[in-house]
């Protein structure tokens, strides 16, 4: 017990936790459904694994299917403490360094930029990531806007893929088309499990 008494070591702890609820949640989709597996164009899960510019393993993203919205779970290290606008772009590509390959943001609908603005929000419109001072970054968010199976018009699994896209600035949630959340610092290409 004398070892949580140390802050940087109940971190590590809960960080440990969380990863073991994550991989126990992953292994519980595949048994409780394989089909999904078989079938890309059943998919109900999707992940991403982000990297930064130099080509780093920096964080993943989870993706789950649930009735008519897709939760997105994402969870990153190394960046700069802060809020950072992470979004769904439009191809899943993630080519080095700038991820300009990525293309836009994910908007099927032709909708503006932003969660707060009244003419939106794109499809890959998320909430900001939040990554506290020991750099590791957690979000979580729900979005009716997308699908992960083959088909519907707002499917990540279109003709060219879509990949998850962090920026190094805050989301403003209304600019458009970015919302002014600056360059792009990772990447990851969503993949369909």
């Not at 899960?45 to 993203?61: K, Q």
């Not at 979000?139 to 018009?153: F, Q, T, V, W």
């Not at 279109?158 to 949630?173: F, M, T, Y």
């Amino acid at each position: 017990m004398e070892l949580l008494n140390n802050p940087k070591r109940k971190v590590l702890a809960m960080i440990a936790i969380v990863i073991m609820v994550l991989a126990a949640g992953m292994v519980a989709l595949l048994v409780i459904s394989p089909s999904a597996i078989a079938d890309p164009s059943s998919s109900k899960f999707a992940f991403a694994r982000i990297m930064d510019a130099e080509g780093d393993a920096v964080g993943v993203a989870m993706m789950t299917q649930r009735k008519d919205e897709v939760r997105v779970f994402a969870w990153t290290k190394g960046l700069t403490p802060g809020r950072h606008g992470i979004h769904i772009h439009a191809v899943g590509l993630c080519d080095l360094a700038a991820f300009a390959t990525a293309g836009g943001h994910f908007n099927p609908e032709m909708k503006q930029h932003g969660l707060h603005n009244p003419e939106g929000a794109h499809g890959g419109d998320l909430p900001n990531l939040e990554v506290r001072e020991n750099g590791i970054g957690i979000l979580h968010a729900s979005n009716d806007r997308i699908s992960l199976p083959e088909g519907p018009k707002n499917s990540l699994f279109d003709d060219d893929g879509s990949a998850l896209v962090i920026h190094a600035a805050e989301d403003d949630q209304v600019t458009d088309p970015t919302g002014n959340s600056g360059a792009r610092i990772a990447c990851g290409v969503i993949q369909a499990k």
